[in-house]
Every structure is written in structure tokens, then in C-alpha cells.
Nanobody, 111 residues
Framework: QVQLVESGGGLVQPGGSLRLSCAAS????????VQWYRQAPGKGRELVAV???????LYGNSVKGRSTISKDNATNTAHLQINNLKPEDTAIYYC?????WGQGTQVTVSS
């Protein structure tokens, strides 16, 4: 059974940074594509970033240039670092592997 557990969200001031984590069990992140999505209140889900099984990365326009997606194969964890956070980054952030989704972690950017 595949389980994904996100962590690292919280309340942060504009301009701050957060590093989100996605701990996986049942699948090895080293051999999977891992995606991060987010959903803001009243909006649809938005693809934030993808890291392929070979390490190639892709970023959504909204975070391009200020975010980094990575994988730690030793801990079977994926990470998403977002810098220069903006109020419009406020959302629940989810990681996914194939059809499996975590429960999400809330990120709130506010002064």
C-alpha cells in the first residue's frame, strides 16, 4: 500500500520561505515521478512542480524561478522549497505519485 505524508506547511510572512516534505512508503521515490499540486480556496488544483524518476524537473509558471523540487532517495522523501512566498501561494499543497495522493499540508502566506 502506498502512503504519502506531507509536512512542513505553516504560516509564513510574505517574502519568506518554506520547505515542504513528502514522505513516501510503498513506493520508492527514486523510481517514480513525483508531483506537487496545490489548491487555493475556491480554486481548482494547480500543478506546482514535477520531478521525474531520472531527476528532471518541471515547474509551474506561478513558482518558476523561486522554487526547487528534489528527492532524497535515502529517506524516500520528496521536497519542495518555495522562496519569496506571496499571499497568492496560500493553498493546500499535495504530493502525488501515480494515482496516490497525500492528505496535504496547509501553507498560509500572510503578514
Amino acid at each position: 500500500q502506498v502512503q504519502l505524508v506531507e509536512s512542513g506547511g505553516g504560516l509564513v510572512q510574505p517574502g519568506g520561505s518554506l520547505r515542504l516534505s513528502c514522505a513516501a512508503s510503498g513506493r520508492a521515490v527514486s523510481s517514480e515521478n513525483v508531483q506537487w499540486y496545490r489548491q487555493a480556496p475556491g480554486k481548482g488544483r494547480e500543478l506546482v512542480a514535477v520531478i521525474g524518476h531520472l531527476g528532471t524537473t518541471l515547474y509551474g509558471n506561478s513558482v518558476k524561478g523561486r522554487s526547487t523540487i528534489s528527492k532524497d532517495n535515502a529517506t524516500n522523501t520528496a521536497h519542495l522549497q518555495i522562496n519569496n512566498l506571496k499571499p497568492e501561494d496560500t493553498a493546500i499543497y499535495y504530493c502525488t505519485i501515480t494515482m496516490y495522493w497525500g492528505q496535504g499540508t496547509q501553507v498560509t502566506v500572510s503578514s
